[in-house]
T-cell receptor, first 113, second 113 residues
Framework: SAVISQKPSRDICQRGTSLTIQCQVDSQVTMMFWYRQQPGQSLTLIATANQGSEATYESGFVIDKFPISRPNLTFSTLTVSNMSPEDSSIYLC??????????FGPGTRLLVL | KQEVTQIPAALSVPEGENLVLNCSFTDSAIYNLQWFRQDPGKGLTSLLL?????REQTSGRLNASLDKSSGRSTLYIAASQPGDSATYLC????????????FGQGTTLQVKP
């Protein structure tokens, strides 16, 4: 299994500011995934982050709004830029472990005022 | 476009009852299907993973089945306990194995003592 940690666990931010979320995995992985869970909704994939290349964004998500870094095989960051109240969500980092099981971090709970 | 639906959205049962959660998907060309549990304010915990070539997987009181041809999966929980109260999410990974999971909306289960 993979153990994933995220920082911060929660934050309250002002409109127009940016927040960077960190994701650390206890083993080297090729792909890391960032998901968003809006209040009362299920999870939606934001982007896939590969080490050494640009992240691949899903329809409806753009790099200017959600820039991603992937400096090595165990770490990634997601920035939520120029935030608005609609960005209030849980942001989760995920990796695929051995046997294809998908593992998720504990999530970052973001509230934008 | 793959769509995943979970029925019912919410379920309340007395302790000790056996229950079935349903998941359906529109595109049968899947790589695998995974069931997760999410406790309030927490991340996701993987329960069972079924590869596309498999029919079912079991773990303790949990049994998940997969019928690709009909686009359905069920999660059977035997002898339910109050500690089983949580939201259960079904997610499918497409046949291209890009790593992207498509999630259902979840079933929120309450097991009453």
């Amino acid at each position: 299994s993979a153990v994933i940690s995220q920082k911060p666990s929660r934050d309250i931010c002002q409109r127009g500011t940016s927040l960077t979320i960190q994701c650390q995995v206890d083993s080297q992985v090729t792909m890391m995934f960032w998901y968003r869970q809006q209040p009362g909704q299920s999870l939606t994939l934001i982007a896939t982050a590969n080490q050494g290349s640009e992240a691949t964004y899903e329809s409806g998500f753009v790099i200017d709004k959600f820039p991603i870094s992937r400096p090595n095989l165990t770490f990634s960051t997601l920035t939520v830029s120029n935030m608005s109240p609609e960005d209030s969500s849980i942001y989760l980092c995920s990796v695929a472990g051995t046997g294809e099981t998908q593992y998720f971090g504990p999530g970052t709970r973001l509230l934008v005022l | 476009k793959q769509e995943v639906t979970q029925i019912p959205a919410a379920l309340s049962v007395p302790e000790g009852e056996n229950l079935v959660l349903n998941c359906s998907f529109t595109d049968s060309a899947i790589y695998n299907l995974q069931w997760f549990r999410q406790d309030p304010g927490k991340g996701l915990t993987s329960l069972l993973l079924i590869q596309s070539s498999q029919r079912e997987q079991t773990s303790g009181r949990l049994n998940a089945s997969l019928d690709k041809s009909s686009g359905r999966s069920t999660l059977y929980i035997a002898a339910s306990q109050p500690g089983d109260s949580a939201t259960y999410l079904c997610a499918v990974k497409g046949s291209g194995n890009t790593g992207k999971l498509i999630f259902g909306q979840g079933t929120t289960l309450q097991v009453k003592p």
